[in-house]
């Protein structure tokens, strides 16, 4: 049997994110399958004879790496361990990790890929669905700089910068941490404008003085002015994607005994925001929400 060339890409999860890393796969020539339960989602490649569609069959003999974009590691179990699919795929393919996950299951799953022939990395990603979209992505990679060096035509299809970060489950872990932070400046940037038009201030005007001072960050120069002074409210991520991987963050550190006080209060906020039914509303709008939730 040849080896494979980790040229034939099968993309899982045709959502916000799957749907432009996808497209960036394609403009270099190896996607050749797609799967996603929503038919809509695919009926961009309807008229693609080259592309395999929901067809696990001819996807399972024509590719050798899988890429998983979807909510956590259980999509990913219920795919392949179903049917004993795993069985099916082609030894020594390369499954890559591009859900938000707890890096415990992570490194779970890369064992029992392992005892099945197969090889692992798990990719935290930033950027956004506009990232996926422009092929701009950022990502944490962990696992062996081998199998890493052997999928990165694949990746730098659709991102600007990929980090070796460490051992199997670091991308997950830091991924995690990084969306900490993230969603804490999120939301101290929120209450720092609300207070300043509390006091006559105009959130434009705080804008303008935050990305001229240190208090800028991607939030003040990118998320302010596209999606919320615009009153677009259009940041493409649900309130629910927030508090799922804050929650995550949290959780593992509190179990490690690693205190995370921002990160906890950042947590209990969003948390708030779910009981009051705004899961499926986009995060942009927690901005008109803001001293609502701080009275849950």
């Not at 749907?19 to 996603?36: A, C, P, Q, T």
């Not at 997950?172 to 999120?186: D, E, G, V």
């Not at 490690?256 to 906890?264: A, L």
């Not at 995060?283 to 939730?293: A, G």
Request: proline share 2%; aromatic share 8%; hydrophobic share 35%.
């Amino acid at each position: 049997m040849t080896s494979p060339k980790y040229q034939s890409v099968s993309v899982i999860g045709v959502g916000q994110m799957g749907h432009g890393i996808s497209k960036n796969i394609d403009k270099v020539g190896m996607l050749k399958s797609l799967f996603d339960s929503n038919l809509n989602a695919l009926s961009e490649f309807d008229d693609r004879n080259d592309i395999y569609i929901n067809d696990l069959s001819n996807s399972i003999q024509s590719c050798d790496v899988f890429i998983f974009i979807v909510p956590s590691t259980k999509e990913i179990l219920d795919f392949l361990f179903s049917n004993n699919t795993i069985l099916k795929i082609k030894k020594n393919s390369i499954v890559i990790d591009l859900t938000t996950s707890n890096p415990e299951d992570s490194l779970k799953l890369s064992e029992d890929l392992y005892n099945n022939g197969l090889h692992y990395i798990d990719c935290g990603m930033t950027g956004g669905a506009l990232g996926a979209d422009k092929g701009s992505l950022t990502l944490m990679i962990g696992g062996e700089n081998e199998i890493i060096e052997k999928v990165r035509p694949i990746l730098e299809s659709f991102t600007n910068s990929l980090f070796h970060v460490g051992k199997t489950g670091s991308g997950h872990a830091l991924k995690l941490i990084h969306n900490m932070a993230t969603h804490s400046i999120f939301l101290t940037t929120v209450e720092a404008v609300r207070s300043a038009e509390e006091l006559g201030i105009d959130a434009e005007k705080v804008i303008e003085v935050f990305n001229s001072g240190n208090a800028r960050s991607y939030i003040s120069e990118s998320r302010f002015p596209n999606h919320i002074l615009s009153k677009k409210w259009d940041g493409r991520s649900r309130v629910s994607n927030l508090y799922k991987d804050l929650n995550m963050a949290t959780t593992l550190l509190n179990k490690m005994d690693v205190k995370c006080p921002y990160g906890d209060l950042t947590t209990e906020i969003l948390e708030s925001a779910i009981k009051m039914d705004f899961e499926d509303t986009d995060f942009t709008k927690l901005f008109l929400e803001y001293y609502n939730l701080l009275d849950q």
